[in-house]
């Protein structure tokens, strides 16, 4: 059975910090990529950040360019996002996907004063 559990979200003031965890079973991958995503209120979904599995490759969308740090650790199918300086800007629903296939149900994050 697959399961993909994210967790970490909640509220925080403007410029506080939050990590977010992944955690992946029921399934197993040699190689591939594993984001984040983010889809704010009546917005589309965008992707935020990905990470090689084998690399430890980064890339990140440029709004969030050396706020937030994706990493991960194969041993435990997790992938996290460390997230810094958070604006109200950053208010969404994040989601994380495994390899293109498989997605969590979602993890709020709220940034308000």
């Known amino acids: 059975q697959v399961k993909v559990v994210e967790s970490g979200g909640g509220l925080v003031q403007p410029g506080g910090s939050l990590r977010l965890s992944c955690a992946a079973s029921?399934?197993?991958?040699?190689?591939?990529?594993m984001s984040w995503y983010r889809q704010a209120p009546g917005k589309e979904r965008e992707w935020v950040a990905s990470?090689?599995?084998?690399?430890?490759?980064?890339n990140y969308v440029d709004s969030v360019k050396g706020r937030f740090t994706i990493s991960r650790d194969n041993a435990k199918n997790t992938v996290y996002l460390q997230m810094n300086s958070l604006k109200p800007e950053d208010t969404a629903v994040y989601y994380c996907?495994?390899?293109?296939?498989?997605w969590g149900q979602g993890t709020q994050v709220t940034v308000s004063s």
């Open positions: 990470i090689s599995k084998i690399s430890g490759t980064t």
């Open positions: 996907n495994f390899i293109g296939v498989y």
């Open positions: 029921g399934f197993t991958f040699s190689k591939g990529v």
